[in-house]
């Protein structure tokens, strides 16, 4: 999958806001298509977010997070110019990341 990962900043007072929208389906594996047959699980398993390259939080999601998830956060740290990173991994050993720099 490609594109899937987007990474908005904002520095405020003190602190950067992270806002980071993922575009996945997160299928459960009990839902059911318009034919009543069961759709597969697939759902993110894992995402890992990095500033400049040092692993800053791990997320361990199941299939019952919503379609399209969204996360916010806020870091103490932050200077303009570090690279923020975030990747993720789903069920199906699908992979996606994306690589934001701070203002």
């Not at 908005?8 to 992270?18: K, L, N, P």
């Not at 956060?73 to 303009?80: C, D, T």
């Not at 990173?85 to 203002?103: F, G, I, M």
Request: charged share 25%; no cysteine.
């Amino acid at each position: 999958m490609a594109n899937t990962v987007k990474i908005r900043s904002q520095r405020r007072d003190g602190y950067v806001e992270v806002k980071l929208l993922i575009s996945h389906p997160m299928e459960n594996g009990r839902n059911r298509d318009a034919n009543g047959e069961l759709i597969p699980a697939h759902f993110i398993e894992q995402l890992l977010v990095k500033l400049n390259d040092q692993l800053i939080l791990t997320v361990n999601l199941a299939g019952s997070i919503s379609k399209n998830p969204f996360f916010t956060f806020r870091l103490r740290a932050g200077n303009s110019g570090d690279r923020l990173s975030a990747e993720w991994t789903d069920n199906r050993q699908s992979k996606d990341s994306a690589e934001h720099v701070l203002d």
